[in-house]
């Protein structure tokens, strides 16, 4: 009975913030950008923000994890973060902190024809995570055109453009970013009016770091096939192509949350915390859910 | 392996994971905050009195060995303050105050 008034807080907690995930977002976005102008950048932030933006509370974990790379200095602080963060939470900062995916999630609500990308692009974060954030920093330093700094859209969105429009206030000489940077600008301010978080979906070096602990982490998306009436409605919530009573705990995962929102509870959000007191405390049930 | 045996495996997994990960993440943090630090170059603040200009340029080609924490490197990165050298030494490329924004 403990088990099952826990697992329904869990439940009743998730029922009631899924429909505001858009404040929570705004939430965590007065964290990230600091009006005030705290700067705590010896830390980093779980998001991907571009420290260089004039309002950036936090370093970017991966602008730092590409610099110490460029240095060869092991990144103690940002690696420990990550992990705890990914083995607690998995991508859920991704669908609910994140302030470069609030702003796809913004203009995805533009009314425009949208497109899905196959599954298999989101294999490109990795490729951006081993090569632009690790390898080619370590190997040419962050002089190359492939330093992930070099060419990240969040840095010419957050940081670049606002210290042009700053320069040219004051009246000052103005630094243009480099043809590759405002390029891939130009496509990504196109590309999220067509699909939904393309940055996110195919690039994040961040969230293929989170992704991984998807299926190893503390709170995870929980799917019940006894509750399953195999509707499909899930595949309609979930706006990123994936097939959540398939793989609830896809890599591709944002952890949104909005599939919990199955009207027969076959998806919810679980934890290793609820499982043992499941054990310890109350008799086995005749429960077959799965999380795969 | 019926759903339920399933489901206990994989939750056991997650435990596992995260009994080993959180600890090996603490620790990290832990010794990343307090006991990692990098020797970095460092060129001493050129902030010299104006009578003695000499002074100024013998400060100015001093190299010093500063022995950096990790929030500091953190810190200097993010204004594009560290340069690794063909050497291998990491210099910092300011003196005294510190840029305010990345370079790229």
Request: charged fraction near 15%.
């Amino acid at each position: 009975m403990v088990t099952m008034t826990k697992k329904n807080r869990l439940k009743q907690l998730t029922s009631k913030i899924v429909p505001n995930r858009i404040w929570i977002q705004l939430g965590f976005l007065l964290i990230w950008l600091d009006p005030l102008g705290w700067r705590f950048h010896s830390v980093c932030s779980p998001v991907f923000h571009c420290y260089s933006c004039p309002l950036a509370t936090f370093a970017c974990p991966i602008g730092v994890l590409a610099n110490f790379s460029a240095l060869h200095v092991f990144p103690f602080i940002t690696v420990g973060m990550l992990v705890l963060i990914g083995i607690l939470l998995g991508s859920i900062v991704c669908g609910w902190a994140c302030p470069f995916g609030f702003l796809q999630d913004l203009a995805a609500k533009v009314p425009t024809p949208k497109f899905d990308p196959p599954g298999w692009t989101g294999h490109f974060r990795y490729a951006v995570l081993v090569g632009t954030v690790i390898a080619v920093p370590y190997l040419f330093g962050e002089g190359h055109w492939l330093f992930v700094c070099r060419f990240c859209p969040a840095g010419a969105l957050e940081a670049a453009v606002p210290n042009i429009i700053n320069r040219a206030i004051a009246g000052q000489e103005i630094a243009w970013p480099n043809a590759l940077k405002l390029t891939i600008l130009a496509l990504f301010l196109m590309a999220i009016f067509l699909v939904r978080r393309p940055w996110c979906r195919i690039l994040c070096p961040l969230g293929a770091i989170f992704a991984l602990f998807n299926r190893t982490s503390a709170f995870f998306l929980r799917f019940d096939p006894d509750k399953c009436n195999s509707c499909e409605r899930c595949h309609k919530l979930c706006e990123y192509g994936i097939e959540p009573e398939k793989s609830p705990n896809d890599l591709r995962c944002v952890r949104c949350l909005e599939c919990t929102a199955c009207s027969t509870e076959a998806l919810t959000l679980g934890s290793i915390f609820e499982h043992r007191e499941e054990t310890s405390a109350t008799p086995k049930p005749a429960d077959s859910s799965a999380e795969i | 392996m019926d759903n339920r045996c399933q489901s206990k495996w994989i939750s056991n997994k997650r435990l596992v994971f995260s009994v080993l990960l959180v600890p090996a993440a603490v620790v990290a943090l832990v010794y990343g905050f307090i006991f990692h630090s990098t020797l970095i170059m460092v060129q001493p603040s050129d902030e010299v009195e104006e009578d003695s200009p000499h002074e100024t340029i013998q400060h100015v080609s001093e190299w010093l060995d500063l022995d950096l924490r990790e929030p500091a490197i953190i810190r200097d990165v993010t204004v594009g303050g560290l340069v690794r050298l063909e050497s291998g030494a990491i210099k910092r490329t300011y003196s005294g105050k510190p840029p305010s924004a990345c370079p790229t």
